[in-house]
C-alpha cells in the first residue's frame, strides 16, 4: 500500500532535507586527495548530532555506520574506510536524515581531484538523469514515465543503468512503496498521486549494468569494474509539481 504524506509531513521532511543538504555542501568542501571516507563517516555524526538529527541508516537491518561510501567501480553500501582517496576517485556519499522522526535521503557524487573526461560525462550525464526523471514525477503521469525518462536519456549518452537497486517511498521508514526503477515504459505503472513521497536515485554506470555482490552482504560494484554514479534526491508530488525536498 502507498501512504499519502499530509502538507505537515512533508514540511517536517523538508526539515530533514534541509540538514541533509547542509550536511553534503559541507562534504564537498572536505573532498580532496589524501581525504579519508572514515573522516566523512565522522563528520556526518557530529554534523546530524549538532543539528537535532540522527543517521537512520545507522542500525537499519544491522548495517553499521552513518554514511554509505561508495569509490569508483563500487555502485552503493560502500562501507566507510580509512584508506585515502586519491586523484582521479569517485565517491558516492548516502545517507538517510532522521529528524524529529521524519526522514530524507540523497545521495551525492564527488569528484576528488582531477577525473578523466569519460568521467566528467559520466557525472553529467548521470545528474541530468536525476532531474530528467524528476521532471517527470508530476501528478496524473506513471511510475514508468520516470524511469523511461532516465533509461532513454542515459543510454542515449552511451551509459548503462543499474537494474538491481531502485528508488523507493520513505517515510516513516526508510523503505516503502512505491517502487520507483529507473528504467523502463513510459505510461506503465502506479498513477502518480499528489502526496506521494519517494526517493529518484539513478545509478548510471560506464560499462554494463549488470552488478557483483561483495562478502560483506551490502556493497555492490560493476561486473566489470568500470566506474559508477549516482545522484538521489527525496521528492514529494505537491500540486504545484514536484517538491525536491533534499536540493542543495
Same mark, same amino acid.
Given at each position: 500500500?502507498?501512504?499519502?504524506?499530509?502538507?505537515? &509531513?512533508?514540511?517536517?521532511?523538508?526539515?530533514s532535507?534541509?540538514?541533509?543538504?547542509?550536511c553534503?555542501?559541507e562534504i564537498?568542501k572536505?573532498?580532496?586527495p589524501?581525504v579519508t571516507?572514515? &573522516?566523512?563517516e565522522e563528520?556526518? +555524526?557530529?554534523?546530524l548530532?549538532q =543539528?537535532?538529527?540522527?543517521?537512520?541508516?545507522?542500525?537499519?537491518k544491522?548495517?553499521?555506520?552513518a554514511?554509505?561510501a561508495?569509490?569508483? /567501480?563500487e555502485?552503493c553500501?560502500g562501507?566507510?574506510?580509512? #584508506?585515502?582517496?586519491?586523484?582521479? %576517485?569517485?565517491?558516492?556519499?548516502d545517507?538517510v536524515?532522521?529528524?524529529?522522526?521524519a526522514?530524507? %535521503?540523497? !545521495?551525492?557524487?564527488?569528484?576528488?581531484?582531477t577525473?578523466?573526461?569519460?568521467? /566528467?560525462r559520466?557525472?553529467?550525464?548521470t545528474? +541530468?538523469?536525476?532531474?530528467?526523471?524528476? &521532471?517527470? =514525477?508530476v501528478?496524473?503521469?506513471?511510475i514508468? %514515465?520516470?524511469?523511461? =525518462?532516465?533509461?532513454?536519456?542515459?543510454? *542515449?549518452e552511451?551509459?548503462?543503468?543499474?537494474? %538491481?537497486?531502485?528508488?523507493?517511498?520513505?517515510?516513516?521508514s526508510?523503505? /516503502?512503496k512505491?517502487?520507483?526503477?529507473?528504467?523502463?515504459?513510459?505510461?506503465? *505503472? =502506479?498513477?502518480?498521486?499528489?502526496?506521494?513521497?519517494?526517493t529518484?536515485?539513478?545509478?548510471i554506470?560506464v560499462?554494463?549494468?549488470?552488478?557483483?555482490?561483495?562478502?560483506?552482504?551490502?556493497t !555492490?560494484? #560493476?561486473?566489470?569494474?568500470?566506474?559508477? !554514479?549516482?545522484?538521489?534526491?527525496?521528492i514529494?508530488?505537491?500540486?504545484?509539481?514536484?517538491?525536491?525536498?533534499? &536540493?542543495?
Amino acid at each position: 500500500m502507498i501512504v499519502l504524506k499530509s502538507e505537515r &509531513e512533508i514540511q517536517a521532511m523538508h526539515e530533514s532535507g534541509k540538514i541533509l543538504a547542509g550536511c553534503h555542501r559541507e562534504i564537498a568542501k572536505m573532498i580532496a586527495p589524501g581525504v579519508t571516507t572514515w &573522516e566523512i563517516e565522522e563528520f556526518v +555524526e557530529k554534523y546530524l548530532k549538532q =543539528a537535532g538529527a540522527k543517521p537512520e541508516q545507522k542500525g537499519y537491518k544491522g548495517y553499521e555506520y552513518a554514511t554509505c561510501a561508495s569509490i569508483n /567501480e563500487e555502485i552503493c553500501h560502500g562501507y566507510p574506510r580509512k #584508506t585515502p582517496l586519491k586523484s582521479g %576517485d569517485i565517491v558516492t556519499i548516502d545517507m538517510v536524515v532522521n529528524h524529529n522522526g521524519a526522514l530524507a %535521503d540523497s !545521495a551525492w557524487t564527488y569528484k576528488v581531484g582531477t577525473v578523466s573526461e569519460e568521467i /566528467e560525462r559520466l557525472l553529467s550525464v548521470t545528474k +541530468e538523469s536525476l532531474y530528467r526523471g524528476i &521532471e517527470q =514525477a508530476v501528478i496524473g503521469n506513471r511510475i514508468g %514515465d520516470i524511469g523511461h =525518462a532516465i533509461q532513454s536519456y542515459a543510454e *542515449g549518452e552511451g551509459f548503462s543503468v543499474v537494474r %538491481d537497486f531502485i528508488g523507493h517511498g520513505i517515510g516513516p521508514s526508510i523503505h /516503502e512503496k512505491p517502487e520507483i526503477p529507473h528504467y523502463g515504459l513510459p505510461h506503465k *505503472g =502506479a498513477r502518480l498521486k499528489e502526496g506521494m513521497v519517494f526517493t529518484i536515485e539513478p545509478m548510471i554506470n560506464v560499462g554494463t549494468y549488470k552488478v557483483v555482490r561483495h562478502p560483506n552482504g551490502w556493497t !555492490a560494484s #560493476t561486473a566489470d569494474n568500470k566506474y559508477s !554514479a549516482q545522484y538521489e534526491h527525496t521528492i514529494a508530488l505537491t500540486k504545484n509539481g514536484p517538491l525536491i525536498l533534499t &536540493e542543495q
